[in-house]
């Protein structure tokens, strides 16, 4: 890691002129109809995007990578050294140990399995699952807790760590909160209903809330009906294999949600990946598929749906919508976006990334969002048409087989998407939107001005900063927690064996100054940790941030 | 090349032939030059391309992609399909119920404590939605795991007497999540035919290898652990690392029955096996304080490897958790896929159940008595049958013969319902998927029995299915 420095400026010129090239190259294929996705710079498309549409995914010097699998050897190697001396009683056993009564069954877990986990992840265990004893809004009271095994297990203290900044939580519009005035539908409908339904949306669980909650989404998302779940992740999981089967093909972003993969994999149908939000990968899969037909029998496909998510929640990037949905109208495809991250997160009123492009709802042939990140509450819907709609009705797993949602949950859903929607009389959700979107930018620029490489859309209130050494995981965040601010970090298997990551969301219920604590902390820690591995500097484009967007 | 034939002696041939090379003019040299790459190119080039006859031109490719129709995303649902039309309860699904407008007795709901409409748990919510507001906006990793889900999950822990509880945001998703996390591709599965749905798909996520076994047969699940007896002498290998696991429900959900858990215990032993049992319904109603089927039993719990519930039914709260011993929970916090990816329980929710199993370990025998009245008063109608343990709250009603189609069975049933919805008393058909059922169990009305019902309303319902049955069937 020696002069970093010298290395920066000598990549420089070189990183420019390839950004320049690639801009160049997606000019030209643009022509021929294909359109080239780049993952190093931003491309941006004046055929079909109304605005620049920006995202980066700066790689960082090979050092680095060398470093980071350096940082993994080192930990496998003690890592096997560590279970050598567990095998012969040279340390101490903490792992719970299988019943004596049935040492003989096949074991449970496989011992490489766990190996990873046993490992790595324990030496860093206390940054995750840190319970919090507040509403998860901007800043958040944690439970003090302290391990005297080296993570095997914690002890509370019984202090709490108040006011700790939030910047892991996906609450983009602030609607986690506590208000007496902001809950009081919420108070009076938990006391006229109680808490369960204890029945399925098919027998007798559909409630008159739950009848209003789709009416109101329908009429949100500008479709003609909507149906609510009670959980986002089976929202995804449940449904798709209502909507295709054998027989049917199913392309699926790379970087897609579990939910969505469970789902597709639920299905039965024949599953293809196509290279994250890249457009000529999943253009030569629905041609092939089109072409070829079915593996082995050439049968033709009996339908082909597209799987893409809004905004990806580990990469901060937004889907490349107007150019999906002019590929799946040339090839006769459907389109099922997932906006759990998007809605109430972006567009000029919180209606998502389909608002975000300019574009219809009717664009999109299955909509599907979830309720637990922008509205602070809990569930999922899936909008369209009539026709979908009414299907899932008779056809959903989790409209047959799942208990219906919670009403005082769907009340705190109607009171949120009322209050974006100005029904309730103020324009204090359309400032919401407004202000995550400031803020959004605020942070992102910023972080770019001081050189972390962070991930994704300019756009995106998920702002990945890149961290790619192992040590560095635990160090980050136990540090950004010592300057009270929460964040999240995030390693392999989450994202891939080089690229680990800090997450931040932001949201619009962050101060600037909340903001400005979190950016001159990470700006200090970023050059205690040798953080700041942008190649870029801040003059190299200067057209991504006019201050007069910024600054109204 | 002619000087070659003036060669006297084999030894100057080649000498010669070099000479020659010298002499030759230079367009001389580059044709055979030329010749001889030509008969390079020859040799090591295919006669033919089998790959270049086949491929389709572009055009071609244009045209089939041009020709291709896809069907539509959905087909068209009937208007009267029997399950499009909902039934739509204004206010709380509570011991009094409004459906469609009509105030009805609630004998649908699985609200079988009656803790829906308890002041106690509504207050004890209130507080945690003062606190905590709503969502937790995020998953238990991240931020999502408050100081009432670690209460809850201990809670259940010591109500179960076990070492460990998980919970999770979603019923459905509990035992869902929960099969895949242990049982892996390879690994063998022997699960009753009547498993609920969920089973159903925790199963087909596992990718493991399903056996079934007859509806509570325990001679036919210990032919098929025979079976794999013999299987496994034939490759001790692969035997030593595939584990297996029998998949059962305390209270099956499509039957009403309960499952013979102490003969179970044994095969477990016998061909060492571990046992996941679902205990949604049976969680809360069986045994002396509500334990389920291990205390209805008196068996040790941690002869039950998982344990799994939601608290959707007894609890009336939403969610559902998994309880045994830490050596196998605790796994589930890295490997249960409906608990690491999904936002975790509404702590109002959470604070809902804790209030509920309260209110259960204060006086177990104001419910369970209550609960276990005498549903065989149901029994007794012409033309109906009841499925289902006599004390169980949640039974079947099915015709006694059918009538030539599911279509027109289900149609029939419909009509009884109805009847009893006229005339004040909610009923539902048990409502499944019929394509996607592994083991589709005959259509059915479900009666479900809670401890608000009085004598009265139990003779009440008795009486008016008699009459329903009478008009609609004979």
């Given amino acids: 890691m020696a002069n970093p420095s010298a290395v920066c400026n000598g990549h420089l010129h070189h990183h420019h002129h390839q950004k320049q090239n690639n801009l160049l190259k997606s000019g030209i294929s643009k022509k021929n109809g294909i359109i080239k996705g780049t993952k190093k710079n931003g491309v941006s498309n004046g055929t079909l995007y109304k605005k620049p549409f920006i995202e980066h995914f700066e790689q960082a010097p090979m050092y680095v990578a060398v470093f980071t699998f350096v940082g993994f050897a080192v930990g496998t190697i003690f890592g096997y050294l560590r279970d050598f001396m567990r095998a012969w009683g040279l340390e101490k056993r903490n792992i719970a140990a299988e019943r004596e009564q049935q040492k003989d069954f096949v074991p449970l877990y496989q011992d490489f399995e766990n190996f990873y986990t046993r490992n790595l992840y324990l030496r860093i265990r206390d940054n995750w699952n840190r319970p919090i004893c507040s509403v998860p809004g901007p800043q958040f009271d944690l439970m003090e807790r302290v391990t005297d095994d080296y993570n095997w297990t914690f002890r509370f203290t019984g202090r709490t760590i108040k006011n700790v900044i939030n910047m892991g939580s996906y609450n983009y519009l602030g609607f986690a909160e506590t208000d007496v005035n902001a809950l009081k539908t919420v108070t009076i409908e938990l006391e006229k209903y109680g808490t369960g339904v204890c029945s399925t949306r098919q027998e007798m669980g559909t409630l008159d809330k739950h009848v209003e909650l789709e009416n109101l989404v329908a009429k949100f998302l500008g479709v003609e009906d909507a149906m609510v779940f009670g959980m986002g992740f089976a929202t995804n999981s449940m449904n798709i294999p209502a909507l295709v089967g054998k027989g049917c093909l199913i392309l699926s972003d790379e970087l897609n949600h579990t939910s969505l993969v469970l789902g597709a994999r639920l299905s039965g149908a024949t599953i293809r990946i196509f290279k994250h939000n890249n457009m000529q990968s999943l253009e030569k899969l629905l041609r092939d598929a089109i072409i070829y037909g079915q593996p082995r029998t050439h049968r033709k496909w009996r339908k082909i749906i597209i799987l893409v998510e809004g905004i990806y929640s580990m990469e901060g990037s937004i889907v490349r919508l107007p150019e999906i949905v002019s590929l799946k109208n040339k090839y006769k495809a459907y389109l099922y976006l997932d906006e759990a991250h998007s809605i109430g997160a972006v567009g000029a009123t919180g209606r998502g990334v389909v608002e975000y492009f300019g574009m219809s709802p009717n664009d999109v042939d299955v909509l599907m969002g979830t309720f637990t990140k922008s509205f602070g509450a809990a569930g999922g819907y899936i909008a369209g048409k009539k026709d979908l709609v009414d299907f899932l009705r008779t056809h959903s797993h989790s409209a047959v087989y799942a208990t219906s949602m919670c009403p005082p949950v769907a009340e705190q859903i109607i009171r949120a998407m009322r209050c974006l929607m100005g029904l309730d009389g103020t324009t204090q959700g359309l400032q919401r939107v407004r202000q995550l979107e400031k803020n959004t930018r605020y942070f992102r620029r910023k972080l770019h001005e001081m050189g972390f490489i962070i991930y994704g859309n300019d756009d995106s209130p998920v702002v990945p900063l890149l961290l790619y050494m192992p040590g560095k995981i635990g160090a980050f965040a136990r540090r950004m927690l010592e300057k009270n601010i929460g964040v999240v970090v995030v390693g392999f298997p989450a994202t891939p064996i080089t690229e680990s990551r800090a997450r931040f969301c932001v949201s619009a219920a962050h101060t600037r100054e909340m903001l400005d604590t979190v950016l001159n902390a990470l700006d200090e820690l970023g050059d205690f940790l040798h953080l700041k591995y942008s190649r870029y500097s801040k003059s190299s484009h200067p057209e991504l941030y006019e201050e007069s967007r910024l600054e109204d | ?474």
């Fill in chain 2, 1 to 474: 090349m002619a000087a070659v034939a003036a060669g006297v002696g084999q030894q100057w041939v080649l000498v010669e032939m070099v000479q020659a090379f010298y002499e030759a003019p230079a367009y001389h040299l580059i044709l055979e030059g030329i010749l001889i790459l030509w008969i390079i190119r020859l040799l090591f080039s295919k006669t033919y391309k089998l790959q270049e006859r086949s491929d389709l031109t572009l055009k071609e490719k244009e045209e089939l992609i041009e020709e291709w129709q896809p069907e539509p995303l959905v087909p068209p649902v009937p208007k009267d399909h029997p399950a499009l039309n909902y039934n739509i309860v204004s206010g709380p699904p509570t011991h009094i119920i409004t459906v469609n407008g009509k105030e009805c007795i609630n004998f649908a709901s699985f609200n079988f404590l009656g803790l829906l409409n308890n002041e106690k748990v509504k207050s004890a919510a209130q507080a945690s939605l003062k606190k905590y507001g709503v969502g937790t906006c995020g998953p238990r990793g991240f931020y999502g795991t408050f100081d009432v889900h670690l209460e809850l999950e201990e809670r259940l822990a010591k109500f179960m007497r076990t070492e460990e509880a998980i919970i999770y945001s979603y019923g459905f998703a509990t035992i869902a999540s929960a099969i895949p996390a242990y049982s892996k591709r390879g690994d063998i599965v022997f699960v009753d035919e009547a498993a609920c749905f969920a089973i159903q798909k925790g199963l087909q996520a596992s990718r493991s290898n399903i056996k079934l076994f007859k509806h509570n047969d325990m001679a036919d699940l210990e032919r098929l652990l025979k079976e794999q007896e013999s299987e496994d002498q034939k490759n001790p290998r692969k035997a030593r690392v595939t584990r297996r696991f029998i998949v059962v429900e305390g209270l099956y959900m499509n039957t009403g029955d309960i499952c013979p858990l102490p003969e179970l215990i044994k095969l477990k032993y016998k061909y060492k096996v571990r046992i996941f049992l679902e205990e949604s319904l049976s969680f809360g109603v069986l045994g002396a304080h509500g334990r389920g089927i291990t205390e209805h039993f008196g068996i040790n719990i941690d002869d039950i490897d998982l344990i799994s519930a939601n608290m959707e039914n007894s609890l009336a709260s939403i969610g559902g958790f998994c309880c045994g011993r830490s050596f196998i929970i605790d796994h589930q916090r890295l490997s249960g896929q409906g608990y690491c990816f999904s936002a975790s329980l509404p702590p109002l929710l959470a604070a809902a159940a804790i209030e509920a199993l309260n209110i259960m370990e204060d006086n177990p025998e104001t419910f369970l008595l209550h609960l276990h009245k005498d549903s065989l008063r149901i029994s007794g109608i012409s033309g109906l049958k009841v499925v289902g343990e006599s004390f169980s709250p949640a039974l079947h009603l099915q015709l006694e013969e059918s009538w030539g189609s599911r279509e027109n069975d289900v149609k029939l049933l419909k009509r009884v319902v109805d009847y009893c919805m006229n005339s004040g008393i909610a009923l539902t058909q048990a409502r499944y998927l019929e394509k996607e059922e592994k083991c589709l169990p005959p259509p059915s009305i479900r009666v479900v029995i809670t401890v608000e019902q009085t004598e009265q309303e139990l003779d009440r319902a008795a009486s008016l299915l008699k009459e329903a049955a009478q008009s609609v069937l004979n």
